[in-house]
């Protein structure tokens, strides 16, 4: 989609202001090879770009293979570039505009850890958005370090993302999470920051209910109910104030029938609520299989972390610039063509029915000269 290269270079520009043009210019080469090849192949994308050094003479060079892999390698282990850079412009762009007088409501975001490939997990906050999530913070760790760090590392994140934002916008932000990451330590962090939660609970966590400490799979509830208690002391170790908020599916809705009651931790006064704001945490996780799936995130072949991180950088930028072009390129003539196929097939998911827009309006366009796209690299000879 060599069309792409104007709507990746504006958007790139307008999004990442604060971070220096140089890596600007670079993160757009390398989010415009990301789209010819749809996957985070460091060959596949040095084989698709055209660049090249002008010669005293005025003749154009192109750069060998090898020396673009190197480059696009260097940038991505070795630059003075951070990813967390990106992340904040891309929060910045996705939630300032909801910072308005007139916007009061709660703005819920998930908090997930996945898998990426061999060696390698990443934390993820995430903006629930048509059906799946954009992504608005990623940490990047080694396999080895979690053992020990798990805890220390969400709330390094939790707290890094929440410090991006204004006081009015932090009032309003409600992490949603599974009970992974029911951790008193986690709820004090979210709290300290002025923050809001809604994070499941072990149905074998104790808490304390008018005087009496209760298994919370004790309380009684029938199929397809909900109960909340209001300031109930959660274990009996920390004894930590909470609210909670109990909803059991209907019966047959649930995957695993002996696990079909959600125990939902929040410190929000709207305990009625609660329950549907938490089923928007399964969104992040349609992400997940995007990344993986279409874009073949966990292929990826490096083994350096800070490479990493600026990798799935790259990736997570490039997967809210097609779903947010592709809605502005998005036609009832476009969308026809792109479902008229479906023949009763299950629905498009934003990002892939973006990506089929965007090519059909590729092949409309007129693809501008390359040179746009080229960086200020400069060859070393020896």
């Not at 349609?286 to 993986?292: A, G, I, S, V, Y």
């Amino acid at each position: 989609m060599r069309a792409l290269t104007l709507p990746i270079m504006k958007y790139s520009e307008r999004v990442l202001s604060r971070v220096h043009r140089s890596a600007v210019k670079t993160l757009s080469l390398l989010m415009w090879a990301l789209a010819q090849v749809q996957e985070p192949n460091l060959s596949a994308w040095a084989r698709r770009l055209w660049l090249y050094q002008v010669e005293p003479n005025g003749t154009k060079r192109s750069y060998s293979f090898r020396y673009k892999k190197f480059r696009i390698w260097r940038f991505l282990t070795r630059s003075v570039f951070e990813a967390e850079e990106l992340w904040e412009a891309q929060t910045h762009h996705l939630l300032d505009p909801r910072d308005a007088p007139e916007q009061k409501g709660p703005i819920l975001v998930t908090l997930d850890w996945t898998k990426l490939g061999k060696g390698f997990w990443g934390l993820v906050i995430a903006l629930p958005y048509h059906g799946r999530a954009l992504p608005l913070a990623v940490q990047v760790v080694a396999e080895g370090y979690l053992q020990n760090m798990m805890t220390d590392l969400e709330i390094e994140l939790v707290e890094r993302f929440l410090g991006w934002l204004s006081p009015e916008l932090r009032h309003r932000i409600v992490i949603l999470a599974d009970r992974g990451f029911a951790k008193t330590e986690l709820f004090e962090a979210i709290e300290k920051a002025e923050a809001s939660y809604v994070i499941r609970l072990h149905r074998d966590a104790f808490v304390r209910i008018a005087g009496q400490w209760v298994e919370l799979q004790n309380l009684p509830i029938g199929p397809g109910e909900s109960r909340s208690y209001s300031n109930v002391a959660y274990t009996q170790e920390h004894q930590k104030n909470l609210h909670v908020a109990i909803r059991r599916l209907p019966a047959l809705e649930a995957n695993d029938p002996s696990d079909d009651t959600w125990y939902l931790a929040t410190n929000r006064a709207e305990l009625s609520e609660a329950a549907d704001w938490y089923a928007k945490r399964f969104k992040e996780e349609e992400l997940f299989k995007d990344l993986k799936s279409m874009l073949d995130l966990a292929a990826h072949q490096l083994k350096n972390e800070e490479g990493l991180k600026r990798l799935v950088a790259v990736v997570g930028l490039y997967y809210v610039f097609v779903v947010l072009e592709g809605q502005v390129q998005t036609t009832a003539e476009r969308l026809r063509q792109v479902t008229q196929d479906r023949n009763g097939g299950p629905e498009l998911g934003i990002f892939r029915q973006a990506l089929a827009v965007l090519l059909l309006w590729s092949q409309e366009v007129e693809s501008p000269p390359l040179d746009l796209l080229m960086p200020a690299w400069v060859q070393v000879h020896r």
